[in-house]
Structures are given as C-alpha cells and as structure tokens.
C-alpha cells in the first residue's frame, strides 16, 4: 500500500538499526539525527548534482519524498555517509589480485581502503600461481592462493570497518586452477575463512565435462599451461558435498555471466562483491538501491504508474550518486567512471505478492514477478537513455561493440539481499520470502512472546480466523500449513522460505534473472535439512540451464550462524 505521505511511522526494530548505525552522533555518541532529517541529508547531498538546473529543486523534493516514505532505499554507505566528510556511497568492489607480492599486498592494502568505508570485495584468486609453483626472482616454491586468502582475512578481521559494519569479502577461484580442491574444502573448518564467502566460478566447459562424464584441464595460471586433469564429476560432488554440509563454496556461473557482460572492450568479470549479486569488472565499484514493493500494491492491484515515477527518480539518483561520491582509490574512481554501473534492485517482492494474493512458489508468483522486474528495468533503462542525451553516455560506450542504445550506465539492475535496509523498510528482503510467519522469543518466567507477520495478522483479523491459539500453534509447527483453521489459499500465500520448494525457489531465481535483471541476484535456495545430495545436484544444475549467473543454497540446520547471514550484515 502506498504509504502515509505526512508522517513515516517507524518499527522499533528499524529505529533501534537506525540509531545504532546510522544516526549522525554526537562527541558522546549520542544520535543526532532522526529519520526525516537523515533522509533530508542524503536527499540533498545526491540532488546537488544537478543543483544548477532547472529541475533541481523537484528531485531535491523527489528524493527526499522516495526515501522518507521508503518506497526506495539506497544501500547502507550511501544512507550512512552521504553528506558527510567520509562520503564513500557504494556497497560493492571488485578488486584484482596480481600474481605478484606486489600485486597481492597492492590487493589487501586497496581492500582495507574499501572496508574502512563500509563496503564489501571481490577478489579472484584464479592469477595466482598454484602452490608449490616455481617463483623466478627467490627460486623457492609459490605458497599458493589459499595461503595469500588467509592474509586478506586476516586484515578483514583486524580492520573491523569502524564499528558499523565488519568487513564482507568474496573469494573466487577458478574450477580450472589447479589448487581447486583446497579450495572447496578450505572452509569445511568453520574457524578459517570466516570474513570471506567462498565460491568457485564454474565454467560451460566444466559443466559440459560432468554432463559427459569425462575429464577437465587444471591450467597454471603462470604458464598457461595445461598441468593435470580431473574427473568433472569428482570435482562436482565434491562442491556438492561440502555445500550440502554448510552452504559452502558458493557456485558462480562465470561464463553466463560473461556472456552479459556489457563493456566487453574493457576486460572480462572474475569475481563478484561479497554476496554475488554484482559482477564487476577489476577496479569497477557498484552503488545498490532497492525499491521497495511492498508500498505499489493499491486494492489488489499493482501501481505501475507510481511505481514508474519512483523507478525513474531512483534511477536519476544512483546515476548522481556516482558523480559525489568519494571514491576510496584513484583506479576505482577512473573504472567505475568509465562505466557508471548502478544497481537497482527489489525487495518487499513477497508483501506485495502477498498482498496480491499470489502464493510465492507458484507460477502466478514467478510470473508476476518477472513481470514487474522487466518492468523496472525497462524504466530504468529509458530514463538511463534520457540522462545519456543530457548528460553523455558512460564513456566507455562504444556504439561500433555495444549494440544496445546509448545510455547513462552500463549496468542498471540487480536483486541484492538488502539484509538491514529490508529491516529499516519492514519488508521481506531483496526476493526471498519471509522466514516466519509467528516468531517467537522466549521472556522472563518462561513467558512467550510471540510476534505475528503483519499482513497475517491484518487478513487473519479481517477474515476472522485470527486466535492467540492459533498464533501459538503456528509457532510451535513452525508454519501455517497444515492448520485448519487457516483458510487453503492463505496456507499457500503464506508459504515461507522453508515451506517453498527448492525447484520454485530456483524457477524464481531464473524468472527474475532472465526478465530483466542485468548483473545477478543474492538468493538462498532453501533445502529442508532432509534433502539428499542429489536435490543440491539438481538445484544447481537446474539453475545452470535456467541461466542463473550464481548459486547459494542452504540446507535447514546446516550451520549454526552464516557469515553473511541476510537477516543481519552487521
Ligand atoms: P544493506 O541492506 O546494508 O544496504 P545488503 O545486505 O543489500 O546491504 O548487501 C549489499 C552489498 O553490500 C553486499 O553484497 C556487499 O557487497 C555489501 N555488504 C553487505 N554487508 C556488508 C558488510 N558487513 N561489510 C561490507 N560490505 C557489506
């Protein structure tokens, strides 16, 4: 429903975020902000861009109008620092790794930069040379990239973001390095490792290898040279294994990824930023913003025509948002101006679908979903084509390579798993379905208190079938299925995360990738913890051939925290 334009009421939950992390504060650390006037902040600071033209006053009005209402949320640097001395704006990088001691401590010096600021890296560890290689200049043996991982993690730890968020990195190796295997296996000891998601970046030719049952070439990055070979399918399951044991290494489908890569002329992707829903180029920075769906829904139908309106002054937005913004080194500012990538996503996709009526794991569901991201980007797209004719298109267009029209950016959209700025909007996050339906925390004297998802609590109200009973009842089973008293289709709409199908979390994933997602999308296959290895096998490769660009599935209970758990970043 579209919000109360007067007065933005705000959840306990997102205050308490809010002030902790976002807030101006004080010498004391005492907040000095409150949420109207943290959005007059960012408003302002991303409208001065355009401060000498004639429209600047209305997108001053726009901005502030979009955020205070939370139809859309930039990413949590931009709300933190914009307007502010440090004024670094984005939550992504990607940064290379140099088969060189200068080129690796080049890395971990430039990542450290980053982490200061509050984003999050990439890192390909695929150019270095494998362990025990030969080094010329000491004629000793290479320690390897898993060695070198280790150090980056150790500066993450050491560094610690200055308390508002500790430092996210992605690690990605190559199938075909030859130190693969220690890499899958490197976080099976949940103590390494822990400021890093680990995930390998799988390639046509290795999917091919274990669909035909046959070997695969290891090749040294140093030489080029073909070292070994592997049995595909060994290498598979063993992926397989690990990520049904503990959700890790990650899969990124590296050529599919390739294959959409809109700047060819300027290098290939290797890595993506810590929770995969970036590629990136060596050095590119991305700054994220998500619209919230929750707030487009009006008597049962989806405002296209609102929605457009904010799709286009978001766009306009994070398009200003690369022009202020403080770029940590001087090779992420000249990449991420070549290109001017931006990152609009989504969340709240299960509010509105809810608020359609339209159970999630259904083909309504995906339909309606794809319908409204495609949407979103077409938008995003004509309004980046209308900035272009103003202001110039990114400068490394090249109309003779690029054979879409000239625009503003290179990259428009993207699904991130917006894990705080979700908590600050009340909504489900990015384009998962909500975790619980009743949550239950346990208080003094062994009381319970027990927390019911709003739309369930406003339907169940209105339709009469609301109980404290029955709210208990759902929190002891853990869902609504099941209950009778619960009307059929509202077990079906409210279906969560556990309760959908692997195989609809995935056509999800593949509806929203193939209409209208340009980079990728952080999303959880969720497994219940019965699930066999061969329904992991299954997910991924039916996301393979759905043409998802990466993977991440977790099995029920698997893990006791996650590193980048998508509830809470911090
Ligand atoms: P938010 O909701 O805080 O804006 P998201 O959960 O959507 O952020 O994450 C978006 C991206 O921000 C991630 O993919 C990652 O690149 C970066 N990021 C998230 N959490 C952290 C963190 N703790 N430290 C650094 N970067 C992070």
Redesign the pocket.
Known sequence: MAPDLTKQVLTNTAETVLARRYYMKDAEGNPVETWETLCHRVANAIADVDKDSPNGENLREDFFNMIYRMDFLP??PCLMNAGTDLGQLS??FVLPVEDSMDGIFTAIRNGALV?KT???TGYSFSRLRSKNASVRSTQGVASGPLSFAAVFDAATETIK?GGK????NMGVLRVDHPDIMDFITAKQDQNRFNNFNFSVAITDAFMKAVEDGTEYDLIEPSSKQVVRSLEAREVFEKIIDLAWHNGEPGVLFIDTANKANMTPQLGEFEAT??????WLLPYESCN?G?INLANFVEKGKIDYDRLKTIVESATAFLDNVIDCNRFPIPEIEKMTLQTRKIGMGIMGLHDMLIQLGVPYGSEEGRETAGEVMRFIRDVAAAQSEKVAAVKGPFPAYDAKVNTYPARRNAALTSI???????MIADCAS?CEPYFSIVMVKNVMDGDRLIMVNKHFERIARAEGFYSDELMSKVADSGTVIGHKEIPAKWQEVFRTAQDIRPEDHIAMQGALQNNGVDSSI?KTINLPNSASREEVKLSYITGYQLGCKGLTVYRDGSRDSQV?N?KD??
Do not use: F, K
Not at 273 to 278: L, R
């Open positions: 990413n949590s939550a992504c982490h509050g984003g999050g973001q968020r500790r430092g996210a930023n810590p929770c995969g829903e970036q994220l998500s991130q798993p917006t894990g705080t700025v979700s990015g952080s980048l998508t970043t911090s």
